[in-house]
T-cell receptor, first 114, second 109 residues
Framework: GAGVSQSPSNKVTEKGKDVELRCDPI?????LYWYRQSLGQGLEFLIY????????KSGLPSDRFSAERTGGSVSTLTIQRTQQEDSAVYLC????????????FGQGTRLTVV | DAKTTQPPSMDCAEGRAANLPCNHS???????VYWYRQIHSQGPQYIIH???NNETNEMASLIITEDRKSSTLILPHATLRDTAVYYC??????????FGAGTQVVVTP
């Protein structure tokens, strides 16, 4: 079966524009995570969806960032009015989340704001 | 607040065992110990996890102390492809997996 798929793989956008990043998790996985990783830095938690529970948005850096997960499957991370400091690799992961299980990561979307 | 403490870097000779330590002195009874690694320019990769007992899979072994305040990830025969940043994470089965700085492991010929 396919792993976690993210699109686009690369995105260059102008400062001030909105962008949408897509994540297709592994089928049946109830948990979905978004992280970002700036050049040479560690993984920064952004948001976590678990089943039908309210998402944990505690990592979103500003109100320009939002995410949705439709039908418990595909997720979209939206960044409004992009800034240069938003440039990073955005990583999505999904997990079955039953009794301590692994998360599977996509290859990420490299976002460059110019 | 970091839940785990790892050395920032370590070197290992190819073919030798790599022993990666992690301290998690404030771990709760329902928190697992997870290990992931990230090879340059790739997404993180799950390695292994455990609750109380030692665990082994095709990639590595995980040794958890009896008091659960520390653990060691063992790569039995390190290869050049094992060069990566290794992350130790403690979390519940429903937690959000917060990554710290990890240990940069460099395997040398």
């Amino acid at each position: 079966g396919a792993g976690v798929s993210q699109s686009p793989s690369n995105k260059v956008t102008e400062k001030g524009k909105d962008v949408e990043l897509r994540c297709d998790p592994i089928s049946g996985h109830t948990a979905l995570y978004w992280y970002r990783q700036s050049l040479g830095q560690g993984l920064e938690f952004l948001i976590y969806f678990q089943g039908n529970s309210a998402p944990d948005k505690s990592g979103l850096p500003s109100d320009r960032f939002s995410a949705e997960r439709t039908g418990g499957s595909v997720s979209t991370l939206t960044i409004q009015r992009t800034q240069q400091e938003d440039s990073a690799v955005y990583l999505c992961a999904s997990s079955p989340r039953q009794g301590g299980t692994e998360a599977f990561f996509g290859q990420g979307t490299r976002l460059t704001v110019v | 607040d970091a839940k785990t403490t790892q050395p920032p870097s370590m070197d290992c000779a190819e073919g030798r065992a790599a022993n990666l330590p992690c301290n998690h002195s404030t771990i709760s009874g329902n928190e697992y110990v997870y290990w992931y690694r990230q090879i340059h320019s790739q997404g993180p990769q799950y390695i292994i996890h455990g609750l109380k007992n030692n665990e082994t899979n095709e990639m590595a072994s995980l040794i958890i102390t009896e008091d659960r305040k520390s653990s060691t990830l063992i790569l039995p025969h390190a290869t050049l492809r094992d060069t990566a940043v290794y992350y130790c994470i403690v979390d519940t089965s429903w937690g959000k997996l917060q990554f710290g700085a990890g240990t940069q492991v460099v395997v040398t010929p």
